[in-house]
């Protein structure tokens, strides 16, 4: 029983990650919700890993590294040994990106 809470508990800090995506790029909201019906893991897993090599191709035009996390979120979805540090990897992202941002904007203040 307590394994089956971990693991309810795992995803929904996933569903968070997806949901601060979607604030964060408004635009992205009606594909990331259609992607994350359960029953269409058939497209999920096959876009995931399409979205993780365009990440890593991200010197080209186009693509880029925003796709990697897009694409790692999309698979843990899927894979549960995954859910765990995906989240924890985006969560500190997200806390990183914020950081930076506000010691840009109050450098460009002064």
Not at 11 to 39: H, W
Not at 44 to 63: D, E, H, N, S
Request: net charge positive; proline share 6%.
């Amino acid at each position: 029983m307590e394994e089956r809470d971990q693991m309810e508990k795992r995803e929904r800090r996933l569903r968070r990650q997806f949901d601060a995506l979607s604030k964060n790029v408004p635009k992205s909201e009606g594909v990331v919700r259609g992607l994350l019906v359960p029953r269409r893991w058939h497209i999920r897993i096959p876009v995931a890993i399409l979205l993780i090599v365009g990440g890593l191709l991200g010197f080209l035009p186009i693509v880029g590294l925003w796709m990697l996390p897009l694409g790692l979120l999309l698979l843990a979805l899927d894979v549960p040994f995954l859910q765990q540090p995906i989240s924890r990897a985006m969560i500190w992202g997200r806390r990183t990106w914020s950081t930076r941002r506000r010691k840009w904007q109050r450098r460009r203040e002064r």
